[in-house]
């Protein structure tokens, strides 16, 4: 803990501070969390601009992508400028210039089995804001396998969804036992995205490491919020802990993530 914060400290974070339920305690909690954000796209752009300004110490970027022009309707830390750069570049730039007491790694990879352990292992907190099946599932099982809280986010044209898992019962798979059939769910270049949607659904998933970093008020572990845009509606529904499930059930199959496939139904590795 620093609670010794300096004057510009004081200053950047006086909004803060001046909460009794946060306070230089509050802040100095948040100054110490470090936190991996996989995906600096839709989710990641919003999640990595508020946990910027909240002073989170140390940020780690993993994404293997480059910025294209039509990332910037939704994708709100990169510029016109940044196309053709690699994500982390720009993220990371987006990040130094907003608060300079924010520390950033520049993972410039695609997170895979063979480096996934280590780099949660780095973090004390870690989100989900990637966009693909294979991703959601390997953060799950390298989350939950070493006890690190994540935040998951997922959006779809106006339909978006967040949840928590504390690293304990339940997880990922405890919904999702395994990845739709290949082809079955569309991605955003293919559906489409509403621009301002995984804005909302970012800030939640930030508002989630917040409390969680602060150890404040209640997460969304065991409960998930659907929300849908064109309605302007929210949906809680209860995640439970399956007792059959591979990665944190009674009699776990997934002891590594060695031991599962991240390509296709994204179940167990085959022998």
Do not use: W
Request: hydrophobic residues 40%.
């Amino acid at each position: 803990m620093r609670p010794d914060l300096d004057p510009e400290q004081l200053d950047r974070y006086s909004r803060h501070i001046i909460m009794n339920d946060v306070g230089p305690e509050g802040q100095a909690a948040l100054l110490d969390t470090d936190v991996l954000v996989v995906g600096a796209g839709g989710l990641g752009a919003p999640v990595l601009q508020y946990l910027a300004a909240a002073g989170i110490g140390r940020l780690g970027i993993v994404d293997d992508d480059t910025v294209e022009r039509s990332n910037l309707q939704r994708q709100v830390i990169h510029g016109d400028d940044d196309i053709g750069r690699p994500k982390v570049d720009s993220a990371a730039e987006f990040v130094t210039g907003l608060n300079p007491d924010v520390t950033v790694d520049r993972h410039e990879l695609r997170l895979a089995r063979e480096n996934a352990t280590d780099l949660v292992a780095d973090y004390d907190i870690v989100v989900d804001a990637s966009d693909n099946f294979a991703t959601r599932f390997l953060v799950n099982d390298a989350c939950t396998l070493s006890g690190t809280p994540f935040s998951h986010g997922a959006i779809f044209q106006f339909e978006g969804q967040v949840t928590t898992f504390s690293g304990d019962s339940p997880c990922y798979r405890c919904l999702f036992p395994e990845a739709p059939p290949e082809g079955t769910v569309p991605d955003c270049a293919t559906a489409g995205v509403l621009g301002v949607l995984p804005g909302t659904i970012g800030c939640m998933q930030a508002t989630e490491v917040v409390k969680l970093a602060m150890d404040y008020g209640e997460t969304l572990d065991g409960r998930l919020i659907a929300y849908d845009a064109a309605e302007m509606s929210f949906e809680e529904i209860p995640v439970a802990p399956k007792p059959d499930c591979p990665v944190c059930g009674d009699d776990p199959a997934i002891a590594s993530v060695a031991d599962a496939s991240y390509e296709g139904r994204c179940s167990l590795a085959e022998d």
